[in-house]
Each structure stands twice: as C-alpha cells, then as structure tokens.
C-alpha cells in the first residue's frame, strides 16, 4: 500500500528512463542524472514514454517503495508541461492524484512547488 500524502515532495521527471529499471538503477538515475537524494524523502514519477505507464518510486524508513500503474490501451495518462532542462518537475499532490486518478483530464497545469 502506498502511503503518500498531501505534505510529501513530488517530483515529476521526464527523460530516458528505461522502464526495465527496477530500484538499483532508479537510485542510480536519481543520483547521477537528477542530481538528487533518492533517500531525501521525495517521491520521484516517472512516466513511460507511450503515456500508458507511470511509475512511483520513493524511499520510506527502511527501505525503497516501487509502485507502477498502467491503464487499459483506451486511456493514456496526460503529458504534464515539464522542465526540459531540469528533466524534472515539482508537482503537488492534487497533480498527482489527477495523474494517477483521473483518465478524463485533457490538461493539467502544474505549478511549482517550493
């Protein structure tokens, strides 16, 4: 069960992110090619580039948490506008739950979160 919250940081990141990745190359990609701590308590999303996958990969208390979720080939996730030179995004958590929930959304405008 995942336990994220409205008080947790999002971080929404676009790039070439092999989705054979599973968590020792999620940590090395949040390391070495966001330049962030996977174990800083953010939660990192990474979305397939075919918009049917979404991944949630985050670090709580002892160990890393992967989460995926892919929808039916009727529906896609929506493109969210992103930082093309950060390769990442700071999300809300009314975001994410559009990206995760609600398949009927045609637009999503995020804003960054401090």
């Not at 020792?24 to 953010?42: A, C, F, M, T």
Request: glycine share 6%.
């Amino acid at each position: 069960m995942l336990s994220l919250t409205g008080g947790m940081k999002y971080v929404y990141c676009e790039g070439n992110v092999s989705f054979h990745y599973k968590w020792d190359g999620l940590d090395s990609y949040i390391r070495y090619v966001l330049n962030e701590d996977p174990r800083s308590g953010k939660v990192f999303i990474f979305m397939h580039k075919s918009r049917r996958q979404l991944r949630v990969f985050y670090y709580e208390r002892n160990g890393y948490v992967l989460s995926e979720k892919k929808l039916d080939s009727a529906y896609k996730f929506v493109r969210p506008v992103f930082d093309e030179a950060k390769k990442k995004y700071n999300i809300c958590w009314a975001d994410l739950v559009l990206l995760l929930e609600d398949t009927v959304v045609t637009k999503v405008y995020m804003t960054e979160v401090a």
